[in-house]
């Protein structure tokens, strides 16, 4: 057995990917989500795709409920969290700041506190590309940060802040900080994916959209940008790497403490990683992947740019591949040619669930709409 770890916002998009491949690897999960943008029917999809039922224990919990959680940790010795849950709509943001603030923020202060009084002191964070503001591609782990200008990329930021004081004062905390780029498609197996609520923010869900035609066209946002083509670059990685990255930070972290241990050196770390592909794509480069994957046309004008866009965002990923020996491999796997892999398995999976066996209207990430059970998206 690898153990067993909590998954916060183990239910949603990335986490349920990343529920996936830690109980193919033998780890022992208990998710804790509000649900508040997933639903429970990811559970039966997680089972369905892994066949282990028993793998998984679900509670339903809001993170910033302080006796629910320590109550959790008294009950069961965590190997170590994989902490995904969070609000993560930068409009929605902006209009309820403190919303964000008190989500984000005192979701992970309580969670934090519980950690430290159970003794449980290793840690994943999902944070993001978003706390390098508008700095210089490619963005390296050391890039400056700040210059946020939403509530959640500041709840990132000051997350990652929290959790550098937490270790500055603590040494015995072991804390792998992922930024994550544009984590895009879906699982091969069709059962779980991205699914927005209401007209999707992101590029990429709002392309299927229109490709399985629930959106009449796409509103390129700006073709002035000194790019390539004049549209905004952005390094998509395929949520399965960016999945496959959390076991690989928890399989590092553990490597790193054996070998402080028999070093006889200081078992506590705090490292940060970008989790892109180091090769970004124009909004056109990616309409074109997803257009070659479907074998669809996408209908689209050209609009002004979206305010607070940064003409290119994409990672250097150097620092992976070195802790590769490690091995944190995968994110730097990626190539053009995956582009239309992932592509084609992310139409599938929106392709699926607007097929009339799909109920009219999921939930935001892995949510209760019904895919054909065992539809192959390759
Ligand atoms: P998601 O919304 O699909 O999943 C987040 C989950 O957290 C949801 O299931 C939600 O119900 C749960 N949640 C939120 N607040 C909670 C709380 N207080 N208590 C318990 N559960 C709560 O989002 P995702 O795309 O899977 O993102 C996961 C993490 O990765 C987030 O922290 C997000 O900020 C970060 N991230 C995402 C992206 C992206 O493009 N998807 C990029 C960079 C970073
Ligand atoms: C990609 C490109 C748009 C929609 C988001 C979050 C950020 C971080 C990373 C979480 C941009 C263009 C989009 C559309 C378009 N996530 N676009 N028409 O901008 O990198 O940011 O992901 O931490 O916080 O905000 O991703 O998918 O929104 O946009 O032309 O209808 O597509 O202008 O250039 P972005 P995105």
């Not at 930068?90 to 209009?95: F, H, I, L």
């Not at 403190?98 to 964070?125: I, P, R, S």
């Not at 210089?136 to 997350?159: F, H, M, Q, R, W």
Request: proline fraction near 4%.
């Amino acid at each position: 057995m690898a153990g067993h770890v909590l998954v916060t916002g183990g239910t949603g998009y990335i986490g349920s990917h990343t529920v996936v491949l830690l109980v193919e690897a033998g780890y022992r999960v208990t998710i804790v989500d509000s649900l508040c943008n997933s639903s429970a029917g990811a559970l039966s999809r997680i089972a369905a795709i892994t066949g282990k039922p028993d793998a998984v224990t679900f509670v339903q919990l809001d993170l910033r409920d302080r006796a629910g959680v320590t109550a959790l940790f008294a009950a069961t010795p965590f190997d170590g969290v994989i902490h995904f849950a969070a609000l993560k709509a930068v409009g929605e943001s902006r209009a309820k700041p403190l919303l964000y603030y008190d989500n984000n923020l005192g979701g992970t202060l309580v969670l934090l506190q519980a950690m430290a009084d159970a003794g449980c002191k290793t840690l994943v964070f999902s944070s993001s590309c978003t706390v390098y503001g508008d700095g210089v591609p490619p963005l390296s782990e050391d890039s400056p940060t700040g210059l946020t200008t939403n509530a959640y990329a500041s709840s990132k930021l000051i997350t990652e802040q929290m959790l550098a004081d937490v270790c500055r004062c603590d040494p015995t905390w072991r804390v792998c900080i992922l930024r994550y780029f544009n984590p895009v498609g879906a699982h091969p197996s069709g059962l779980i994916g991205e699914d927005p609520r209401g007209v999707p923010n992101c590029l990429m869900p709002y392309v299927l959209q229109v490709l399985v035609g629930r959106l009449e066209k796409l509103t390129v946002f700006g073709k002035d940008y000194a790019t390539r083509d004049g549209t905004a670059i952005r390094d998509y990685i395929h949520v399965v790497d960016v999945a496959r990255g959390h076991l690989d930070a928890l399989a590092w972290m553990r490597k790193q403490l054996e070998a402080a241990k028999a070093a006889g050196g200081a078992t506590g770390l705090l490292e940060y990683f970008n989790f892109g592909t180091g090769t970004g794509s124009t909004v056109l480069e990616l309409v074109a992947a997803l257009e070659k994957a479907s074998g669809k046309k996408v209908p689209m004008v050209i609009g002004p740019a979206r305010a607070g866009d940064v003409p290119a965002a994409y990672a250097n990923i150097e620092k992976v591949r070195r802790a590769s020996a490690a091995p944190l491999t995968h994110s730097g796997e990626l190539t053009h040619t995956h582009t239309t892999v992932f592509c084609r398995r992310a139409a599938c999976w929106a392709g699926a669930r607007s097929t009339p066996s799909t109920t009219a209207r999921g939930t935001h990430g892995t949510g209760r709409a019904k895919t054909r059970a065992g539809t192959r998206c390759r």
